[in-house]
């Protein structure tokens, strides 16, 4: 009866041991471990982009009153830390340059005189790309606001009563 319980003790265990090892609680069945590395980049390329508002500087304008200002604001999303300029072309009226913008009235013929600067309005107009008066700034990841500063010029007594407008692009180097 001791050999008996003996047996069947010694059965027990090893029936527990397997049991265990299995279950991954005690057994390795591995030989043995190694390790190696391998190398992880990235470059994250500069990229930006420019949008804006409308300029309105309303519908009560008086070409033969005084100045009318008016603004809007330009949104520069840069990659963080890139460096950028943005510039205003002339617009799209024939003969319009950056220093003499030009709305288009309705009929395509008449214009009125405007200008577009980045401290205040009147002052020093706003170059195209490759000017020296640009807007700049170094972009942080998220949007940075930029004010555009319209004014339409007293006197233009060539000026007609209707509806003008024009299109402006805007360009931003990075």
Known sequence: MKRNLKQHALKL???SAFALGTAGFGVNSYA????????????VAASCTV?????????????????????SALTATCTNGSAYTIGLN???????TVTTRKMT???????LN?????????????DDIGG???????????GQAITVFGRIPTG???????????????TINF
Do not use: E, K, P, R
């Open 156 to 170: 233009q007594t060539s000026a007609i009563a209707g509806a003008y407008s024009d299109t402006i692009t805007a």
């Open 51 to 71: 949008s804006g508002t409308n300029l309105a500087f309303g519908t009560t304008v008086n070409a033969l009153g005084g100045n009318v200002d008016a603004t």
């Open 132 to 142: 020296t008066t640009v807007a700049s700034g170094t972009g942080n990841g998220a």
């Open 114 to 126: 405007y200008s577009l600067s980045t401290i205040a309005s009147g002052g020093t107009n706003w």
């Open 13 to 15: 265990a090893l029936i």
């Open 105 to 111: 009235h309705t009929n395509t013929i008449n214009t």
């Open 32 to 43: 043995g471990q190694s390790t190696g590395t391998f190398g992880v980049s990235a470059t």
């Open 90 to 96: 002339a617009g799209a009226a024939t003969a319009a």
